[in-house]
């Protein structure tokens, strides 16, 4: 199983608190060992100490490792024999989308392979190794090539072996599924898949449900994909919540610990971040970082730009301009300016930002700089240099003092959890003709990324139907209202 070490108390400041490993070659991975420099609010949030697993015993290169994957090997093309042996077990998660969701799945993955003493293993496929650096020392979180189940990247809801089907086909059971009779000592597959993308099943939801986990401990091999953050969903099995409650005394900062755990971006990614950093947002006297994700066609929307600056003008974020006349000589102060990081796919809410405190003046005297670091115009698929800005953008959006973000965008959710940062989100409009929504953007209810798609099954009547209301810090989200977050 996973081994949870705690860290000496004494470990540097530069591994986070002691929230990271030592035991990496600094030079390989710089932003593990800088980003502390960068940020602000280091020292807000306690690291978890059991935030550290080692996967040394059981993972790639291992004798354990390979009995596994022998294992898999022979017992996958007979779906049910005997029980596997195996001395370890493994989830390889698939995730998939774009790098934001990316993110939160691998970060999902990770928890619940901690909390099931499974070895973390990703899908080289999504570039997780093309965006970061290695999270393990002296191991890999890669999934190495020649895995048995070559076909596991197009697994989907109609996979014979997903959990759903198995439960839904009655392949496998719990002893709840079976009423009160209890179910004989079935003989489990070597793997299953976990099926917990936006059209899972019921039955696949059933994966939230303590009996099923139960079941699922025993299977050696489990595939999982999800585009999601379904941690909010974890601790909604009660069988998790010990350790959950030990691992993170504060609900309200699992992603962020989390995050800063499993993501260092690459030397080239942190070359990208610390030149922009350094050259246009180190010396503003506050940062604030507006993150702009407009879902549909019309990507330049003066409604969305009227969001923006109302928004930051009723949080006191910016200050208002003004329209007629001079400023008053006595508000003529040289501060150092504020800076504005706007990241977007078009340049548009840039340049009018820009064009705004340009043109006049500010009601407060001060200056405002407007920055953005690109513009891609349209998200692409599988294109490294696309992916890299992108990180390197949640990078930076993260090294803000206070952020505006789109509601619905986990690029933003990425952004504010690794900056341990709460926002103030903007509710997306109803639709493009609608009118700018009234608040326009609220402080959300905490820094935690909302689980867009959870589970609102009742776990065979044992529990209430709306998980939302009956778990104590789970709730539902400010911007997409039947999804729930960890406050
Ligand atoms: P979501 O779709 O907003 O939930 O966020 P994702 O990160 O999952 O997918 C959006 C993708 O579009 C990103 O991964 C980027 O590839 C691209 N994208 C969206 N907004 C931006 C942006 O502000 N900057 C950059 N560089 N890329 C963006």
Redesign the pocket.
């Known amino acids: 199983s996973i081994l949870l070490l705690h860290r000496p108390a004494a470990a540097h400041d530069k591994l986070l608190g002691g929230l990271l490993a030592d035991g990496f070659d600094e030079g390989s991975c710089h932003s593990r060992y800088q980003s502390a420099m960068y940020r602000r609010n280091n020292a807000g949030k306690e690291p978890s100490p059991h935030l550290e697993a080692l996967q040394r015993r059981c993972g790639p290169g291992t004798a354990a490792y390979s009995n596994a994957v022998e294992s898999l090997r022979s017992g996958k093309s007979g779906g049910i024999g005997s029980p596997p042996q195996t001395e370890c077990r493994y989830l390889v998660s698939i995730s998939y ?6 993110i939160l799945a691998a970060a999902s993955a990770f928890l619940y392979a901690m909390l099931t003493d499974r070895v973390l293993l990703v899908d080289p496929s999504n570039e997780m190794g093309e965006l970061f650096c290695e999270p393990f020392p002296g191991t890999t979180w890669l999934l190495p090539p020649g895995f048995p189940l070559t076909n596991f990247t197009s697994f989907s809801v109609d996979t014979t072996e997903s959990y759903g089907n198995m439960l839904k086909n009655k392949v496998i059971t719990t002893d709840a599924a079976a009423g009160d009779v209890p179910t004989p000592h079935q003989q489990l597959p070597a793997f299953a898949y976990i099926h917990l993308d936006h059209d899972y099943t019921f039955h696949d939801k059933f994966f939230f449900c303590d009996d099923d986990q139960s079941v699922l401990r025993n299977v050696p091999w489990l595939v999982m994909r999800t585009d999601s953050y379904i941690v909010p969903g974890l601790f909604l099995v009660t069988g998790f919540q010990a350790e959950l409650d030990s691992l993170f005394p504060e609900t309200d900062a699992v992603f962020h610990h989390l995050a800063r755990y499993l993501f260092h971006p690459n030397n080239h990614i942190w070359g990208l971040v610390t030149r922009y950093y350094d050259a246009y947002l180190a010396t503003a006297r506050q940062r604030v970082g507006v ?3 407009v879902f549909g066609a019309r990507q330049e929307s003066p409604k969305v730009l009227e969001q923006i600056t109302a928004c930051a003008h009723m949080e006191n974020l910016l200050p208002d301009v003004i329209t007629t006349g001079e400023p008053a000589a006595t508000t003529r102060r040289r501060l150092k300016p504020k800076a504005v990081l706007v ?3 078009t340049s548009w809410y840039y340049e009018k930002l820009k064009g705004m405190y340009w043109e006049r003046a500010t009601a407060t005297g001060e200056a405002v700089g407007v920055h953005q670091p ?1 513009h ?1 115009e349209y ?2 698929f599988g294109s490294g240099s ?2 890299a ?2 990180c390197a ?1 949640i990078y930076l959006l993260s090294l803000s003092d206070a952020l505006v973000t789109s509601g ?5 959710y990425v952004a504010q959890g690794l900056a341990g940062l709460t926002p103030r989100v903007m509710y997306k409009p109803a639709n493009e003709s609608s009118a700018v929504p009234d608040p326009p953007c609220r402080r959300d209810v905490s820094m935690e990324p909302c689980f867009l798609t959870p589970p609102y099954n009742n776990c065979r009547m044992k529990r209430s139907a709306h998980s939302g209301k009956v778990v104590a810090h789970v709730k539902n989200c400010h911007d997409v209202p039947w999804g729930l977050k960890l406050i």
Do not use: M, P
Not at 97 to 102: A, D, E, I, P, S
């Open positions: 989308r774009g790098l934001g969701n990316r993150q702009v994700r990241t977007s796919l690109s891609e998200q692409r696309h992916d800005k992108a953008e619905w965008s986990t690029f933003g």
